[in-house]
C-alpha cells in the first residue's frame, strides 16, 4: 500500500505525477485549523507532509499519529517545531543548495537597488519628474570596492560573498562562531566581531536563519552602530531584525538605505512606515522566487518526501537523529 502523504502546496503536473506514483496524496489549500478539521481523517492517517508555509508544531503533529516526515519547499524551517518532531520521530526535509545562488542574486540585486536607488528613481522619471539634467539630489552611493559584511556565512552568504568579492571587488567581513577558512582563502574574507562588523561595513547583509539566539540580532543598539552612510539588506527572515528600531534609525536619517526582502509579518501590512520611506526597497520574500528555482525545490520537496519515507535521510534532512 502507498503512503498517505498529506500535499498543501501546488505542484506542476509532472512532480504531482511523481508524487502520486509513490504515494496516495491528498491535496488541501493550507494548514489552517478549517483545513485541518474538515480533512481530520486524512491528517489521522496521514504518514507524509509536504509544502511551504503554516506552522507545524505539536498542536497539529497530535493530529497526525502517523506522521513520519515533512518535507519543506523552503531551506528555512523556523517554522517547524523540530523539538516536538523529534520527540514524535518525525524527519524533517528541506531544499538547501537548489536555492543558493537564486537567493544571492536577489540580495546584489537589493545592494545595487538601494545604493543607485534604484526603484526610487525610476518611480520619479515615470512620474515626469525628469525635465532637466540630473544633480546630486538623484545621486547615490558606490557599490564597487567597498565593505561587505555578512551575518550568516552559510550557503547563501558564501554565494553573496563570490558575488561582492570577484564582481564588484569588495572587502567582505563576516560574523560566525568559527572561522571560515574557505571564505578566507577564496574571497580573503575577515571574521569579526558583530560590533566591528557593523562599524567598519558599508552593507551590512543578513543571511542568517531565524533562531532563538538570532531573533532581534540587529536592534536600536546595533544599528546605532553602522555607519551614517551605510545600508542594512535582511533576506533571511523579518524577525532578524527589530522592524520598530529600524523604522526608528529610518526616520531618523541614521542609514542610506535598507533592502528588505522578509519582514517581521508577512505580507507587510500596507501602513508599514516602511512602505512611505523613498530609501527602503521592499520585496515580497521572493529570494528564491524564479521560475526554474521554484522548479527546482519543489523537485527537490518531491525526492526527499519520497527518499525519507523509504527510510533515505541521507540528503536534505535536518534531523536524522529523529529517525534513531
Ligand atoms: N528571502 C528568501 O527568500 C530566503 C531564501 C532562502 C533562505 N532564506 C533564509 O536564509 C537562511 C540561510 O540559508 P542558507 O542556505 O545559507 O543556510 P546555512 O545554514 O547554509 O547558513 C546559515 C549560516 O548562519 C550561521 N548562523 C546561524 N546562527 C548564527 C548566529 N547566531 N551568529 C552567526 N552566524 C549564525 C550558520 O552557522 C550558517 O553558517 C535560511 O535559514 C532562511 O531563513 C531566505
Ligand atoms: O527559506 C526559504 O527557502 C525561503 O525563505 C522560502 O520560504
New binding site residues.
Partial sequence: MKPAVILYKKLPDDLYARLAEQCDVTEISDLSPESQQQHAAVFQQAEGLLGSGGKVNGELLAKMPNLRVCSSVS??Y?NFDVDALNQRHVVLMHT?TV??ET?ADTMMALVLSTARRVPELDAWVKAGNWQKSIGPAQFGIDVHHKTLGI???????MALAQRAHFGFGMKILY???REHEEAQSRFGAQRCELEALLKQSDFVCI?????E??HH?IGAAELELMKPDAVLIN???GPVVDEQALIAALQAGKLHAAGL??FEQEPVSADSPLLSLPNVVTLP????ATHETRYGMMQDAVENLIAALGGSVEKNCVNPQALK
Avoid: F, Y
Fill in positions: 531551506v528555512g523556523d538547501p536555492l543558493t537567493v551575518l550568516g556565512m552559510g550557503r547563501i552568504g560574523n560566525a562562531r543571511s542568517l536563519p531565524l533562531t539566539e538570532t540580532l533576506a533571511g527572515r526582502d522578509v520574500h521572493i529570494g528564491s
